[in-house]
């Protein structure tokens, strides 16, 4: 057995080292400065991008997302959605036009410097096999205590942990597996108030949530982006009705944009997602209330007819016959 582990562990190692030395595609040019945000407003001018050269994802993508504001991205599935908060993070290179922030092309600046300047609350997040507090503080590590719980405290989540045992030392896990899914939201939505970043991201944060638990997210994430640039990458239109623009995104291109009002009115590919999903909602909410009134001879006593209210009968008890 210890040979055979020995054996794993020296495999392990020469793999990571190979990860280690291998060189990244995604390079800091030459003389690059750190981004310097003034008001941290970004700007997406014809921006094409493909994974593969056969295969275009963004075909020409323009849109501003002004200081303070909030703008929302949404489309079907594979429309480029994703993409777009990646190639703002510089994971990935354009293959035409560019993307600045307050003027900056993300490409002259530092990637350390540009993405600290960004926060980022995803569908997925990750944990690691830690307490609540190194998790929390992984958004910023210089924080101290009270930074950490100040953070937990404005992400709704300090009432949970002060009633765990071990309180901000509760491990989480691996993968987060002791928490649900809104807690573990709750904790990357405190990583990203604790890191206080100018720019915001949200990756459908609550896609994953069911809808009591989104509204108390989607509560945390409005105080959260307030008075920041926010990008909003959106599977659920109920959760960016408030965007100050909405873009659709289908097949690449811009197909179209406005307010939620207007785009309803315009009665296109906006409009037929709503409709669509209003009508998922309504039917979820039609079968929960048919199973409430399976339930309901279960819980509730059956109603008195006139002869036991005649007679005067308890509430718990059938009237006798006469």
Do not use: C
């Amino acid at each position: 057995m210890v040979y055979r582990e020995i054996k794993q562990a020296v495999t392990d190692i020469e793999i990571m080292f190979s990860i280690l030395s291998r060189e990244p595609e995604i390079k800091d040019r030459p003389g690059a400065q750190p981004l310097a945000i003034a008001q941290g407003a970004i700007r997406f001018e014809d921006v094409r991008f493909a994974y593969e050269p056969a295969r275009p994802i963004l075909k020409g993508i323009s849109f501003e997302v002004p200081a303070g504001r909030t703008v929302a991205i949404v489309g079907p599935s594979g429309a480029g959605k994703s993409t777009i908060s990646r190639l703002l993070f510089r994971f990935y290179d354009l293959t035409g036009g560019r993307i600045t922030i307050d003027g900056q092309d993300i490409r002259n600046v530092t990637q350390k410097s540009l993405r600290a300047a960004i926060g980022m609350v995803p569908q997925d997040t990750v944990l690691f096999n830690d307490t609540i507090r190194y998790n929390i503080r992984y958004g910023r590590w210089d924080a101290t205590d009270a930074e950490v719980e100040e953070a937990a405290r404005l992400a709704q989540i300090d009432g949970f942990i002060r009633l765990a045992p071990d309180g901000y030392e509760t491990e989480v896990g691996e993968r987060g597996l002791k928490l649900s899914g809104g807690e573990k939201q709750r904790v990357a939505i405190a990583r990203t108030i604790l890191k206080g970043p100018p720019i915001l991201v949200l990756d459908e944060a609550t896609s994953a949530l069911d809808s009591h638990t989104e509204k108390e997210i989607q509560d945390a994430l409005d105080r959260v982006s307030r008075d920041r640039t926010t990008l909003v990458i959106a599977h659920r239109l109920s959760t960016i009705v408030g965007a100050d623009e909405i873009i659709v995104v289908d097949q690449g291109v811009i197909a179209e944009r406005g307010t939620h009002h207007q785009l309803l009115l315009k009665n296109g590919l906006y409009a037929s997602m709503w409709s669509r999903q209003r009508e998922a909602e309504e039917a979820r909410e039609k079968l929960a209330l048919v199973d409430e009134g399976r339930d309901a001879p279960n819980r509730n006593p059956p109603p008195l007819d006139d002869a036991a209210i005649a007679s005067g009968a308890p509430a718990n008890e059938p009237a006798e016959a006469e």
